[in-house]
């Protein structure tokens, strides 16, 4: 059971790591157009404010990939000393806290969908599409964090950390 829940959650971040893929190329090409398009004088009026959409959109859907693949930034300089029991409490620490950082993301994220009734410039695509944005992520986040905290998406970095000797017990 837990291998098939790790499995189709491993499916859900295959298909964001591949969406980002397919945005961060569309940007580049779009970026690319866009400058060359300057140079012979002229201008693509919607790339900079879709470039902004992109950027936001790619920056929230990687968050919950880092949190699958523990590319979150560790601090180890004082924690490589300390004993294996106080390491696993700091690993569980950091995933509540990741847990709390999820539900607000979530729950300001609805709210800030809820209050914004603007629009983009030019595009005029409504900005709380920009905000549904961060509720997935929100919700992308909170999945991961829940599966870690049931011993799922082992990593080296976790393992490699758990198991480095502090120089006290050498």
């Not at 499916?11 to 945005?23: D, F, H, N, P």
């Not at 961060?24 to 004088?41: E, K, P």
């Not at 920056?59 to 180890?76: A, N, W």
């Amino acid at each position: 059971m837990k291998e098939k829940i790790e499995n189709a959650i491993g499916l859900v971040y295959t298909v964001v790591e591949a969406l980002c893929r397919l945005v961060l190329i569309f940007m580049v090409c779009t970026v690319t157009a866009q400058v060359i398009s300057r140079a012979i004088g002229g201008n693509i009026k919607w790339c900079e404010e879709v470039m902004l959409i992109l950027l936001d959109t790619m920056m929230f859907l990687l968050l919950p990939v880092g949190i699958k693949d523990d590319l979150h930034i560790r601090i180890e300089v004082f924690a490589k000393y300390f004993p294996r029991k106080v390491k696993v409490f700091l690993l569980y620490f950091s995933n509540v806290v990741l847990l709390v950082v999820s539900l607000c993301m979530i729950r300001y994220g609805f709210f800030l969908m809820e209050k914004t009734n603007s629009k983009f410039t030019i595009t005029g695509l409504p900005r709380r599409y920009l905000y549904l944005v961060t509720v997935i992520s929100g919700i992308l986040c909170l999945v991961m964090v829940i599966a870690k905290l049931f011993g799922m998406f082992h990593t080296k970095s976790t393992d490699n950390f758990l198991e480095s000797k502090s120089e006290l017990e050498n």
